[in-house]
């Protein structure tokens, strides 16, 4: 069992910047694959980014450019860096690793941003 536990969001204005945070409670964090997620109210969760182990990444096309994913595997973490947010960009994140068929996700975190 893997505990994903995600930080960093809030409320920004547009235009303006969040750093989200994933902690994985596993000591095989790196042999797994990260994403991230989000929800927004009435829409199914859909994906947003992710890293393989190789640290190949790959992006919803409406933020490519704006969002970047990374991983750092010492300390067990997934990171999205989230920059020219826009209101469409509201919605729960969550955080997801994958690993031949076994999969987790954490709690999500709240990411709103206003007009």
């Known amino acids: 069992q893997v505990r994903l536990v995600e930080s960093g969001g809030g409320l920004v204005q547009a235009g303006g910047s969040l750093r989200l945070s994933c902690a994985a409670s596993t000591i095989s964090f790196s042999s797994y694959a990260m994403g991230w997620y989000r929800q927004a109210p009435g829409n199914q969760r859909e994906s947003v980014a992710s890293?393989?182990?190789?640290?190949?990444?790959n992006y919803k096309d409406s933020v490519k450019g704006r969002f970047t994913i990374s991983r750092d595997n010492a300390k067990n973490t997934v990171y999205l860096q989230m920059n020219s947010l826009k209101p469409e960009d509201t919605a729960v994140y969550y955080c997801n690793a994958d690993r031949r068929g076994s999969n987790f996700w954490g709690q999500g975190t709240q990411v709103t941003v206003s007009s």
């Open positions: 890293i393989t182990i190789g640290g190949a990444t």
